[in-house]
Nanobody, 124 residues
Framework: RLVESGGTWVQPGDSLRLSCKGS????????VGWFRQAPGKEREFVAG????????HYSDSMEGRFIISRENAKRTVYLQMNTMKPEDTAVYYC???????????????????WGQGTRVTVSS
Protein backbone atom coordinates (compact mmCIF):
# COMPACT_ATOMS: atom_id res chain seq x y z
CA ARG A 1 0.00 0.00 0.00
CA LEU A 2 1.23 3.48 -0.89
CA VAL A 3 0.01 6.80 0.43
CA GLU A 4 0.85 10.09 -1.28
CA SER A 5 0.79 13.42 0.48
CA GLY A 6 1.84 17.00 -0.04
CA GLY A 7 -0.44 18.03 -2.86
CA THR A 8 -1.82 21.52 -2.65
CA TRP A 9 -2.29 24.75 -4.54
CA VAL A 10 0.84 26.73 -5.42
CA GLN A 11 1.66 29.68 -7.60
CA PRO A 12 3.79 29.53 -10.75
CA GLY A 13 7.46 29.53 -9.85
CA ASP A 14 6.90 27.96 -6.44
CA SER A 15 8.37 24.69 -5.20
CA LEU A 16 6.55 21.75 -3.68
CA ARG A 17 7.57 18.37 -2.30
CA LEU A 18 5.36 15.32 -2.54
CA SER A 19 5.81 12.24 -0.40
CA CYS A 20 4.95 8.62 -1.05
CA LYS A 21 4.99 6.37 1.98
CA GLY A 22 4.90 2.62 1.74
CA SER A 23 3.55 0.22 4.30
CA UNK A 24 5.56 -2.83 3.33
CA UNK A 25 8.67 -3.84 5.25
CA UNK A 26 10.09 -4.81 1.86
CA UNK A 27 9.72 -1.27 0.56
CA UNK A 28 13.46 -1.02 0.06
CA UNK A 29 13.27 -3.66 -2.65
CA UNK A 30 10.81 -1.69 -4.76
CA UNK A 31 11.33 0.54 -7.76
CA VAL A 32 9.08 3.54 -7.19
CA GLY A 33 7.75 5.81 -9.87
CA TRP A 34 5.78 9.03 -9.90
CA PHE A 35 3.09 9.56 -12.51
CA ARG A 36 0.67 12.38 -13.06
CA GLN A 37 -2.65 12.78 -14.78
CA ALA A 38 -3.94 16.16 -15.84
CA PRO A 39 -7.64 16.73 -16.57
CA GLY A 40 -8.55 15.21 -19.89
CA LYS A 41 -5.12 13.71 -20.44
CA GLU A 42 -3.55 10.32 -20.08
CA ARG A 43 -1.44 9.37 -17.09
CA GLU A 44 2.22 10.10 -17.77
CA PHE A 45 5.49 9.06 -16.23
CA VAL A 46 7.25 11.77 -14.25
CA ALA A 47 10.19 10.17 -12.46
CA GLY A 48 11.39 6.88 -11.03
CA UNK A 49 13.98 5.63 -8.59
CA UNK A 50 15.54 2.24 -8.12
CA UNK A 51 15.34 0.23 -4.91
CA UNK A 52 18.44 1.70 -3.29
CA UNK A 53 18.23 5.13 -4.86
CA UNK A 54 21.29 4.56 -6.99
CA UNK A 55 19.53 5.22 -10.27
CA UNK A 56 16.96 7.88 -10.99
CA HIS A 57 15.00 8.43 -14.18
CA TYR A 58 12.99 11.37 -15.41
CA SER A 59 10.65 12.22 -18.19
CA ASP A 60 12.47 14.50 -20.60
CA SER A 61 10.01 17.30 -19.98
CA MET A 62 10.52 17.20 -16.21
CA GLU A 63 14.24 16.67 -15.91
CA GLY A 64 15.97 19.65 -14.39
CA ARG A 65 12.96 20.88 -12.44
CA PHE A 66 11.95 17.74 -10.58
CA ILE A 67 14.07 15.66 -8.24
CA ILE A 68 13.16 12.21 -6.98
CA SER A 69 14.76 10.74 -3.88
CA ARG A 70 14.05 8.16 -1.23
CA GLU A 71 14.64 7.32 2.41
CA ASN A 72 14.16 3.60 2.81
CA ALA A 73 14.44 3.81 6.60
CA LYS A 74 11.25 5.89 6.46
CA ARG A 75 9.77 3.84 3.60
CA THR A 76 9.27 7.11 1.75
CA VAL A 77 9.98 8.41 -1.74
CA TYR A 78 9.91 12.14 -2.43
CA LEU A 79 9.28 14.23 -5.51
CA GLN A 80 10.71 17.72 -5.24
CA MET A 81 9.15 19.98 -7.82
CA ASN A 82 10.74 23.35 -8.53
CA THR A 83 9.85 26.31 -10.72
CA MET A 84 6.38 24.96 -11.08
CA LYS A 85 4.23 25.80 -14.07
CA PRO A 86 0.46 25.78 -14.62
CA GLU A 87 0.93 22.74 -16.86
CA ASP A 88 2.17 20.82 -13.82
CA THR A 89 -1.39 20.86 -12.53
CA ALA A 90 -2.46 17.24 -12.15
CA VAL A 91 -3.16 14.43 -9.78
CA TYR A 92 0.16 12.87 -8.87
CA TYR A 93 0.40 9.16 -8.17
CA CYS A 94 3.21 7.03 -6.89
CA UNK A 95 3.51 3.41 -7.89
CA UNK A 96 5.82 0.56 -7.01
CA UNK A 97 7.17 -2.67 -8.40
CA UNK A 98 9.36 -5.09 -6.50
CA UNK A 99 12.50 -5.40 -8.56
CA UNK A 100 16.24 -4.89 -8.42
CA UNK A 101 16.39 -4.13 -12.13
CA UNK A 102 18.25 -0.80 -12.57
CA UNK A 103 16.45 0.10 -15.77
CA UNK A 104 13.73 2.76 -15.79
CA UNK A 105 10.12 1.63 -15.54
CA UNK A 106 8.08 4.23 -17.37
CA UNK A 107 4.88 2.45 -18.32
CA UNK A 108 2.05 2.31 -15.83
CA UNK A 109 1.06 -1.29 -16.54
CA UNK A 110 4.40 -2.53 -15.20
CA UNK A 111 3.55 -1.41 -11.68
CA UNK A 112 1.42 -3.51 -9.37
CA UNK A 113 0.98 -1.16 -6.40
CA TRP A 114 -0.52 2.31 -6.66
CA GLY A 115 -1.39 5.10 -4.28
CA GLN A 116 -4.64 7.01 -4.32
CA GLY A 117 -3.09 10.20 -5.71
CA THR A 118 -2.56 13.71 -4.43
CA ARG A 119 -3.79 16.79 -6.25
CA VAL A 120 -1.46 19.60 -7.26
CA THR A 121 -2.77 22.84 -8.66
CA VAL A 122 -0.50 25.53 -10.05
CA SER A 123 -2.17 28.84 -10.75
CA SER A 124 -1.97 32.48 -9.95
Amino acid sequence: RLVESGGTWVQPGDSLRLSCKGSENTFSSYYVGWFRQAPGKEREFVAGITWGGGNVHYSDSMEGRFIISRENAKRTVYLQMNTMKPEDTAVYYCAAKETYDPRPITTSYEYNIWGQGTRVTVSS
